[in-house]
């Protein structure tokens, strides 16, 4: 046995001497002998290849529970765990430099997806004041992967200003978000959103009270994240079927969930336009949405719209259109002229998408 120096070794190998102890006490590269007059370490020129089999397994970045393993397989096998861990590696990397991507787009307020997507929506927006409102408080976006619409309320110019400030902090999600991220990224934009109205209430106590509802949809792959909070409405049209995907956060809603009214009592109830959750400067812990990770299929039909459409106009109606009008474009204007007809009372805003895949 040809013995050398901590000193010889840690040069010969390329770890320093910090490393070579540190490895000793964990049991990962322990020395051949130690004298136990002086305590000095020496180590055994055979164990050479091990210690540069360690140094470059910790340049990879490998934890030391997986050296130890590694380092003491058979070469074959040795080579075979090295190449999962590689492959694992490269995949979470990829994985983190997509997240980095979002994030730097979307912390500078840039909105520009890079990569195609798997799934593509075709979309038509409309909106309307109505024929009895001074102002329009409804705020909409749409884009390739997320469609958004706010109702805006507190009264004259307010109502307008905290919708569309909820609206534009989550216009830069429209872009490539990891699936993973796609509930991270919406309630993140909510708190933001939820901060700059805060701000300016601050700034303005001409706007305190303020607020807003809003009903979000975004796509990352076939993954479709979905926040909600107040009256705006996301329908899902699938398999011939309409179905309500959000669940209102108003007085009737839960007194109806209760079984305290009925259905046909709803739009004649005295408190049927009395919120329970919004998007407010003083939200007082009412003002945390909904989060949901649902699955987007091909030929699916989603509808998104303020109370200005669904209160007024009846559930078979609006139906009837998402189920028989093929042009999202002419279903959007149909669903607006179906408010219109009935009085228009309020604002009127929806967004009508179809999801298709790529050719």
């Known amino acids: 046995m040809e013995l050398m120096s901590t000193g010889e070794f840690a040069r010969a190998s390329g770890l320093s001497r910090k490393a070579l102890r540190l490895y000793d006490e964990l049991g990962l590269l322990p020395p051949a002998t130690v004298d136990p007059a002086n305590g000095y370490r020496f180590y055994d020129k055979a164990q050479l290849e091990q210690a540069r ?22 070469s074959a096998q040795a080579a075979r765990e090295l190449d999962q861990y590689w492959t694992r590696i490269e995949t979470e990397t990829a994985a983190r430099r997509k997240l980095a991507t979002f994030l730097i787009g979307y912390l500078s307020g840039r909105n520009d997806a890079v990569n195609e997507p798997s799934l593509i929506v075709r979309y038509a927006t409309r909106s309307d004041i109505g024929l009895q409102r001074e102002d329009n408080e409804d705020a909409a976006y749409a884009g390739a992967r997320l469609l958004a619409v706010a109702d805006g309320m507190g009264g004259h110019a307010a109502g307008e200003k905290a919708s569309t400030a909820v609206i534009e902090a989550l216009r830069p999600l429209d872009t490539d978000v990891p699936e993973g991220e796609l509930l991270n990224a919406l309630d993140h934009a909510v708190r933001r959103a939820k901060a700059t109205l805060r ?59 209760d079984g305290k009214i009925t259905g046909d009592e709803v739009a004649s109830h005295p408190q049927r336009m009395l919120l329970l959750k919004a998007l407010s400067t003083d939200g007082a812990g009412k003002d945390e949405p909904d989060l949901q990770l649902l699955q987007a299929m091909p030929g699916d039909r989603y509808l998104l719209c303020s109370d200005g459409l669904h209160v007024t106009v009846p559930a078979d109606a609006i139906k009837r259109i998402l189920l028989t009008e093929k042009d999202p474009d002419q279903a959007a204007t149909d669903l607006i002229k179906l408010a219109m007809d009935a009085g228009g009372p309020d604002n009127i805003t929806c967004i009508v998408a179809d999801v298709t895949s790529p050719q």
């Open 53 to 74: 089999l360690v140094a470059w397994l910790r340049h990879l970045g490998m934890p030391l529970a997986s050296i130890r393993r590694v380092s003491t397989l058979p």
């Open 199 to 257: 701000d300016m209430a601050e700034s303005d106590p001409a706007l305190s009270g303020m607020g807003t509802t809003l009903t979000a949809l975004l796509w990352s792959g076939s993954q479709l994240g979905l926040v909600h909070i107040g009256d705006c409405r996301a329908y899902l049209v699938r398999g011939g079927e309409v179905f309500q995907m959000t669940h209102d956060h108003t007085m009737v809603q839960s007194l109806l969930d």
